[in-house]
């Protein structure tokens, strides 16, 4: 099959051109791999390309920048790689690689390899496609483990043994899982079974490159996806126990609450829908994260979590640090979130006062908004007359909050031209015209005839001083 027609090619041919050819008259065999290669097949952008070469990456790097005028190239030795930087794009260069990992250690021991040794230690078959780019393949597809296929049937599958790919490189079970969850794919069973049983060898991976991953399973369309795979693969409790400690149901004399895991993914899938605020996102998460610690059981009442909006948002700074995630005024907006997240639908329940509306106001300041979107996605009951009601009664909590707004600005509002700007530009003889001017100028602000900038009023109130026979200084 070849990839020559299809739209991401074609927006880099001349440079695939350059490339193939160079390689030709080194006697080199180069190829387009990875990312780049399945974004070309999903149709989505991509914004780094890489290439992988039969021999020494750098050395072609190098020889490649000449071509292209002296373009500048950063050099990875310790792994091999070589980058050009050619507009907004980078281009990585690596040799391909044999590669084999000790049981204790992410380090590989690496040895000159061929196309499919490189393929071979890849993370899934989408990602292990090659284009090749001399000219005896130009364009042609190289997918020895059929990624193409996998990408038909939407699966997430290992080119090799599951067991020998994620535990040369655990953080590759986050990937296949944050893969899933961006493409909307299902892990094939044995690549599933894979993960499972190697589960613990996550504990060699960085916090930061764990996070990352769960970043980009939190920014995509239907995240539960992920938090689902991590969570029956074993994964959670491993990488993110407080979020596992959420799951589970108690029942004491017949009475049960919810599950407060699968509640805060379908919250969390819900704010998907309005926001994309990645930090929005972290607050849907950590919602309820501390109604398992605050859970009781009262008898005449039933369940209740007391307390969980500002224990909770006590956890969101440690949770923060441990997933190395920024402690700075981003954590103090999932804090705020966190803490405040049951405070409309208190207020939407009592009679909803003006005051009350201003003290909401006062303390979320501008951050409005985002937590009515919050408490919207945190609707989850399945009783559609309950849902209509909370859903009515939201509605005029944001009619008052709109009101109490208006109010306070107008409150608030001072005209653009002050008693003392009329002084200094015109020959006030009677007194009583300073507020004369002035108020009209306010007037017709507030009637809408006039902007409310200052050069607009300075015309308006010439204008009119003119027609009272005052003139400018
Ligand atoms: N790769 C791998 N194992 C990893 C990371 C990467 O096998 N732990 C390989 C995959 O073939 C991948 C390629 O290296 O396609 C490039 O990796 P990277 O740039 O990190 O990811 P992309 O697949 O391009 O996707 P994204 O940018 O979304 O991470």
Redesign the pocket.
Known sequence: MYLNQSELFIKHLDLFKKIGELADRQNKEIYL???????IILQRP???I?FVVIGKGIDFAKSLAQVLGNAKVSYFENYGTAQISIEDLII?FVGARKESYQRDSRNPIVEDGTLKDD?D????T???MGIGLNRSNFGQLIDPFDGLGDIERQTIRTPLDPDK?FSD?P??MM?AI??AT?LGFKIEENTYEGIVKNKERISIISQERITEELN?IIMSPVPSIGFEYLYYTGLLELVFPEMQDLHGVETINGFSHKDNFFHTLQVLDNLCQLSDDIWLRWAAILHDIAKPATKRFEPGIGWTFHGHEDKGSRMVKPIFKKLKLPLNEKMKFVEKMVLLHLRPIVLSQEKVTDSAVRRLMMEIGEDIDQLMKLCKSDITSKNEKKVERIKQNFAVVEEKIKQVAEKDYLRNWQPPISGTDIINRYQIIKKEHIGLLKNAVKQSILDGTVADVQTEAFVFLDQLANEMGIQKK
């Open positions: 791999i990875g990312g780049f290669v399945r974004d991509s914004k780094d890489d990585e393929q230690r890849r993370d899934l989408i990602n292990a790919t490189d953080l590759r990937r944050r893969f961006q980009k």
